[in-house]
C-alpha cells in the first residue's frame, strides 16, 4: 500500500521540484499533480489522498474544501502578494512551506513537517511502517555516529578530528553507510538521519 500525495498549483516548474524533493523524503508514496483543486477532485475520490500539498492561490479559490481537510493540508507560499492575502484568511491551515527559498531551506521546511507529523512514520498505515521497518538497514553505532555528522556538513578530515579516528577510517566507515543505505545523495544520508531522530532538520547544513 502506497499513501497517495496531491500536488495542487498552476505552477507547472514549482511542482516539478517539489514532486523531486517530497519523492525524496517519501520514497513509499505516489505523487498526483493538478492544476487546480476542481481538476483533483473531477479526476479522483479525493478522499483517498494522504495530503494536499496545495499552492496558496488555490488554497484561497477553494478554502471550504481545504478547511474541512485542514489535517490533511499544507499549503505553499509561492508569492509575497499572497502571502499577505493568506496571512488575513481564516481558519489558515498548519503548516505551510515557503517555496520562495532555497531548495535546502526548502528541504528543512519539508523534514520538519514530516517530523511534526509523522515521526517516525508514526501516523502512516501500518503497512508503510512495516516497509520502513523491513528497509532499515543495520548501521553500527559508530556508523550512526559518522552519519550525523555528514548530516551536518563536516567533511572526512573534520568527522576523524571529531571522533579522534584516522581519515581512511572515516572514509570506510561513510563507504559502508552509503552501502547499507543504498545512496551516493549526501542529501539523502540527512534526509535519514533527520527521519530517524539523529538530528533535527535545521542542524541540516
Do not use: W
Request: glycine content about 2%.
Amino acid at each position: 500500500m502506497q499513501p497517495l500525495i496531491a500536488l495542487i498549483g498552476k505552477n507547472s516548474l514549482m511542482m516539478h521540484g517539489l514532486k523531486a524533493l517530497l519523492e525524496e523524503v517519501m520514497p513509499f508514496a505516489t505523487f498526483h499533480t493538478f492544476s487546480s483543486t476542481p481538476l483533483m477532485c473531477n479526476e479522483h475520490d479525493s478522499r483517498l489522498f494522504f495530503h494536499y500539498f496545495v499552492s496558496a492561490a488555490d488554497y484561497i479559490a477553494n478554502r471550504d474544501f481545504y478547511t474541512k481537510h485542514r489535517r490533511k493540508t499544507i499549503v505553499l507560499i509561492e508569492s509575497e502578494p499572497i502571502t499577505d492575502s493568506l496571512l488575513l484568511a481564516p481558519n489558515l491551515p498548519t503548516p505551510s512551506i515557503n517555496m520562495l527559498q532555497p531548495r535546502e531551506d526548502i528541504l528543512r521546511q519539508i523534514l520538519h513537517v514530516q517530523q511534526i507529523g509523522h515521526r517516525h512514520y508514526s501516523n502512516y498505515p501500518s503497512e508503510i511502517k512495516q516497509a520502513a521497518a523491513k528497509e532499515e538497514p543495520p548501521l553500527t553505532k559508530r556508523e550512526k555516529e559518522v552519519l550525523t555528522l555528514l548530516a551536518k556538513g563536516m567533511i572526512n578530515k573534520e568527522i576523524a578530528d571529531k571522533l579522534h579516528i584516522s581519515v581512511n577510517t572515516a572514509i570506510t566507515h561513510r563507504k559502508h553507510i552509503m552501502h547499507k543505505l543504498r545512496s551516493q545523495s549526501l542529501s539523502k544520508l540527512a534526509i535519514y538521519a533527520v527521519q530517524h531522530g539523529y538530528i533535527l532538520p535545521e542542524e541540516i547544513r
